[in-house]
């Protein structure tokens, strides 16, 4: 088992920053695929981000995708993936969740509780 606790949330304006934190323990993660989710008021859960074992990354490319403003990373050594976000929109507020899945799965299997971000105009 793999449990996940998200960190760094909070209230911030529009064009600043924050830097979330998910730290895992129950077993290491270095063989996991590591993810952020979103899921803003009324909408589904969106996917922002994933980081493979390797340290490979893919963004949400959608038009008004985060990609260029979030970058993803991972501390092995820490058990622990960061989301640092730049530039904040106000449509980036949302509850930020992390999930993680072992390389041989095609699922995440593991989720945390979420931390929120809302971003004032």
């Known amino acids: 088992q793999v449990q996940l606790v998200e960190s760094g949330g909070g209230l911030v304006q529009a064009g600043g920053s924050l830097r979330l934190s998910c730290a895992a323990s129950g077993r290491a993660v270095s063989s996991y695929a590591m993810a952020w989710f979103r899921q803003a008021p009324g909408k589904e859960r969106e996917f922002v981000a994933t980081i493979n074992w390797s340290g490979g990354s893919t963004y949400n490319s959608d038009s008004d995708s985060v990609k260029g403003r979030f970058t993803i990373s991972r501390d092995n050594a820490k058990n622990t993936v960061y989301l640092q976000m730049n530039k904040l929109k106000p449509e980036d507020t949302a509850v930020y969740y992390c999930?993680?899945?072992?390389?041989?799965?095609?699922?995440?299997?593991?989720w945390g509780q979420g931390t929120q971000v809302t971003v004032s105009s």
């Open positions: 999930a993680a899945k072992h390389w041989t799965s095609s699922s995440y299997a593991y």
